[in-house]
């Protein structure tokens, strides 16, 4: 059974850091993209950023570049989301997914095979 499960949410001031982790389980993921999304309270899902599992190829969002680094962890199956200066708008539901489709259809949620179940990430102001 495949399964995505996020860790690392959790409450911290406007400038502070999180680390975000999603742990992937039940299949080989060498193939895939993982991208972490997110969604705040009455808004759409958007895109934060995205990995190539095997050539670690990274996108980004406008909204978190130079602030959120991506990266992956081959031994541990695992891919983290290291948030920097937050912000009070960066609030949302985070989630971790998995596509196999192509870096154009990345930002968009309907091409994702897999989705964990989420984590918060509240900022204050």
């Known amino acids: 059974q495949v399964q995505l499960l996020e860790s690392g949410g959790g409450l911290v001031q406007a400038g502070g850091s999180l680390r975000l982790s999603c742990a992937a389980s039940?299949?080989?993921?060498?193939?895939?993209?993982m991208t972490w999304f997110r969604q705040a309270p009455r808004k759409e899902r958007e895109f934060v950023a995205a990995?190539?599992?095997?050539?670690?190829?990274?996108y980004y969002a406008d909204a978190v570049k130079g602030r959120f680094t991506i990266s992956r962890d081959n031994a541990k199956n695992t891919v983290n989301l290291q948030m920097n200066s937050l912000k009070p708008e960066d609030t949302a539901v985070y989630y971790c997914a998995a596509t196999l489709s192509g870096s154009d259809y990345l930002t968009r949620p309907a091409f994702y095979s897999y989705w964990g179940q989420g984590t918060q990430v509240t900022v204050s102001s």
């Open positions: 990995i190539n599992w095997s050539e670690g190829s990274t």
């Open positions: 039940g299949r080989t993921f060498s193939y895939y993209t």
